[in-house]
């Protein structure tokens, strides 16, 4: 079985400390399973960013429910 997704949730990331905690966890397991971009579903932040090779999506929870 090969992991395809590494997702975080937060409620918000709208505090330094907050988002920079839920940021290196993904990070973390991104590189553990060998993956280039990672999810956090927040409750209405929206935004890319890219950190090192990787690339992180912020992304409100309805909008992920609708894809």
Not at 2 to 22: F, L
Request: hydrophobic share 40%; glycine share 8%; charged share 30%.
């Amino acid at each position: 079985m090969k992991i395809k997704d590494a997702v975080q949730v937060s409620y918000s990331v709208d505090d330094y400390q907050t988002k920079e905690r839920e940021v290196k966890g993904l990070l973390s397991g991104m590189d553990v399973f060998g993956l280039k971009v990672g999810l956090i579903i927040t409750e209405d932040y929206e935004k890319e960013e890219i950190i090192g090779s990787k690339k992180i999506i912020f992304i409100p929870l309805w909008k992920w429910l609708l894809q």
